[in-house]
C-alpha cells in the first residue's frame, strides 16, 4: 500500500532517522530546561530544599548527588504540570538534568549535542546521584567515551565497579548487606489453586548458584537419557526433586580428597569425590569459575586507598568483584585453583584448515566478549562452563542450551576465498546476526583491530567497536543498494588496545608460551581447562588504556 503511494523503503528509513533526531534535540531541551528551572528557584534553607520522595513520602534524599544545589521544592509541581508530569516524576526529571549537569559534565555535553539519548542519560544519573565526587567523575570519564553505546547492564557493572574502586567501604557494607539476604525458600499453596505444584526461590551465593544450576543441569540430561521426554524446563524441576532424595541431609565429614593439597574447582564437586554414604557422584560436573585478577591483588589486604587492583570481574557472568570476594572463594577448602599462562589477546595466532579449536574460541571470546552486530550484546564467552567426569563430555539432548555455543565465530574473509583461521580473522556474531551477515545482505570489513564498519541492507552504516556502536551516515548518494562508490571511510575513534588477560604464573611476565600447536588433525593440543581459572588485565606498553570495565 505504501509503495503504492510512491513511498518506497529508504524514504521510510531516512523520515525515521530525521524524527530520531528531532526526537533527541527535544529530549536534551526540556533537561536543559529542568535545569535553568532550578536555577530560577534555588532553595532560601535547608528546610525549603526539595527531597526525593518513595511512594509519595519523602524520604530526605537529596534530589541529586553532592556538589549539586538545592531547589524550593515550591517549584516543582508547575514545572511537572507544565511539561505533563506527575509532581513526582518532575522531581526526578529536576533531580537527573542537575546530577549530569554538574556532576557528569562529560554525558551531559554529549546529550547536548545529540550524541547521547537524555533517557539513557537520566538511567546513568539515577545511578550514580549515591557516589562521591570522584568515584562520579570516574564513570564520568568513563562512560563519556562510550555512552549511547552501552546497555543498562553494562552501566551497572560500571557504576559498581566505580564503587568498588572508590568507596571500598561502601562497597564492602553493600557485600555484607548482600550476603545477609541470601535464603532459600519453598512456599506451598493453600488455596487449593496450586494443582499440586509449589514455588521455589532463593538468593545464593554466586559459586553455589553456579553449582546449584550445573548439578540440576546433569539431572535434567541423566532424565532426558533415561527416556524423559519431557521439555527442558520440566526436567530441570524434575531434577530438584531427584537431588533432594538422593541426599536428605548434608554430608559434611571429611573424605580423603579433603586432605589432599589440590580439591575441586572452586565451589564444585568433582567427579571423584564421594557423597553420602561413600558412593562416588558419578557423572557430576564442575563448574569453571573464571576470575580475572591481577597477580598481586590475590595476595594482599584491602585497604581504604582506592586501588584498581583490588577489583576484578567474573567471566561467566561479567560482573565486578571485589578482590576480597575472590580471595574468599579460592580459599575454601574444597576449591581447586588454577592459574592459566599469560593470554596476550593483542597477538593473533592461527592454524591450519577451517575448523577452529577451543583454544583459539576462548581467546578470541575473551577479546570481543559480545556479538560484534550493531548495538547486540549477546555474550560471547559462555556463561556457565563445565567439564564432564575425566574430561569427558557429557551427552546432551539438543535442547540442553547452555552447553551450546552462545556465537558463532565468522570467518571475515572467507575461508574458501583464502581467509586464514586466525584470531584477527575470527569474529564473534551470535546466531540472529550471523544469519543477517550470511543471508540477509549485512555487511561488515574490519578498519582496526576490534573495529568493523558495518552496512544494512538499505545503505546505513554503522561502526562498532568492543565499547559499543555508533551510527554513521544513511546510505550513499547514488547507490541504493549500500555499496559504495569508494570505500573510503572515516577514520574511527582513538581505539583502546583488547584488554590482556594475565594469571599470576612463575615465569617472567611475557615468558609464556603460547598455547599448543594444533596437530595435524586440527585439534589443538592444549590441555583441557582444569578448575578455576585466574586470569587479569595485564600492563600495557606506554600510550594504551584500558577500555571502561565493563
Not at 544519573?125 to 546497555?151: K, M, N
Not at 592454524?351 to 550484546?377: K, N
Request: aromatic share 4%; with cysteine; hydrophobic share 35%.
Amino acid at each position: 500500500m505504501e509503495a503504492a503511494r510512491g513511498i518506497d523503503a529508504t524514504t521510510v528509513l531516512a523520515g525515521a532517522r530525521e524524527l530520531h533526531e528531532q526526537e533527541l534535540s527535544a529530549s536534551a531541551g526540556l533537561l536543559r530546561h529542568a535545569a535553568s528551572w532550578a536555577d530560577l528557584h534555588p532553595a532560601v534553607d535547608a528546610d525549603e530544599a526539595a527531597v526525593s520522595t518513595w511512594q509519595g513520602r519523602e524520604c530526605g534524599v537529596p534530589l541529586a548527588g553532592e556538589g549539586t544545589p538545592q531547589v524550593d521544592r515550591a517549584c516543582i509541581s508547575e514545572f511537572a504540570a507544565a511539561v505533563g508530569l506527575p509532581s513526582e516524576s518532575g522531581q526526578r526529571l529536576i533531580g537527573d538534568a542537575l546530577e549530569l549537569r554538574h556532576r557528569l559534565p562529560a554525558v551531559w555535553a554529549l546529550v547536548q549535542a545529540g550524541r547521547v539519548p537524555a533517557w539513557r542519560a537520566r538511567g546513568i544519573a539515577q545511578s550514580t546521584s549515591t557516589l562521591t565526587l570522584e568515584a562520579v567523575a570516574f564513570v564520568d570519564r568513563q562512560v563519556a567515551a562510550v555512552a549511547g553505546r552501552v546497555g543498562p547492564r553494562q552501566l551497572d557493572r560500571l557504576v559498581d565497579a566505580a564503587v568498588l574502586e572508590f568507596m571500598p567501604e561502601e562497597a564492602e557494607r553493600r557485600r555484607l548487606e548482600a550476603a545477609d539476604r541470601r535464603h532459600f525458600t519453598v512456599r506451598h499453596p493453600d488455596d487449593g489453586d496450586g494443582g499440586g505444584l509449589s514455588y521455589v526461590e532463593g538468593t545464593l551465593d554466586l559459586v553455589d548458584a553456579l553449582d546449584l544450576d550445573a548439578a540440576i543441569s546433569d539431572g535434567a540430561v541423566a532424565l532426558a537419557q533415561a527416556g524423559c521426554e519431557q521439555p527442558l524446563d520440566v526436567r530441570r524441576s524434575m531434577a530438584v526433586g531427584e537431588l533432594a532424595r538422593r541426599q536428605p541431609a548434608l554430608d559434611l565429614g571429611p573424605t580423603a580428597e579433603d586432605d589432599a593439597t589440590t580439591g575441586p574447582a572452586v565451589g564444585s564437586t568433582t567427579a571423584d569425590q564421594r557423597g553420602p554414604g561413600g558412593s562416588p557422584a558419578a557423572g557430576r560436573s564442575r563448574v569453571l569459575l573464571y576470575l580475572h585478577l591481577s597477580a598481586d591483588a590475590l595476595g594482599r589486604t584491602p585497604t581504604g586507598a582506592p586501588d584498581r587492583a583490588q577489583v576484578g570481574w567474573v567471566g561467566n557472568t561479567r560482573t565486578p568483584v571485589t578482590a576480597g570476594q575472590i580471595r574468599d572463594w579460592c580459599g575454601r577448602p574444597d576449591a581447586q585453583v588454577e592459574v592459566k599462562p599469560v593470554i596476550d589477546l593483542n597477538e593473533n595466532p592461527s592454524v591450519e584448515g577451517y575448523a577452529i579449536p577451543d583454544w583459539l574460541r576462548e581467546r578470541v571470546t575473551l577479546r570481543d566478549r559480545t556479538c560484534l552486530f550493531p548495538f547486540c550484546h549477546r555474550p560471547a564467552h559462555p556463561r556457565t562452563l563445565r567439564a564432564g567426569r575425566r574430561g569427558r563430555a557429557l551427552a546432551t539432548p539438543a535442547d540442553e542450551v547452555p552447553r551450546k555455543p552462545t556465537v558463532q565465530l565468522d570467518h571475515q574473509i572467507p575461508y574458501e576465498q583464502g581467509g586464514p583461521t586466525s584470531a584477527d580473522n575470527l569474529v564473534p556474531l551470535c546466531p540472529r546476526h550471523h544469519n543477517d551477515k550470511t543471508h540477509h545482505r549485512w555487511r561488515y570489513r574490519r578498519l582496526a583491530p576490534g573495529v568493523h564498519l558495518w552496512t544494512s541492507p538499505h545503505g546505513h552504516r554503522f561502526l562498532r567497536d568492543r565499547d559499543g556502536t555508533t551510527a554513521l551516515t544513511g546510505p550513499p548518494t547514488g547507490r541504493r543498494d549500500g555499496t559504495r562508490r569508494s570505500e573510503q571511510s572515516p577514520p574511527p575513534s582513538a581505539e583502546p588496545s583488547p584488554r590482556t588477560a594475565t594469571g599470576q604464573t612463575a615465569r617472567p611476565r611475557g615468558g609464556a608460551p603460547p598455547p599448543a600447536a594444533p596437530t595435524p588433525n586440527g585439534r589443538s593440543g592444549a590441555p583441557p581447562l582444569r578448575g578455576a581459572v585466574a586470569t587479569a588485565p595485564g600492563e600495557r606498553a606506554s600510550g594504551e588504556h584500558d577500555p571502561p570495565p565493563f
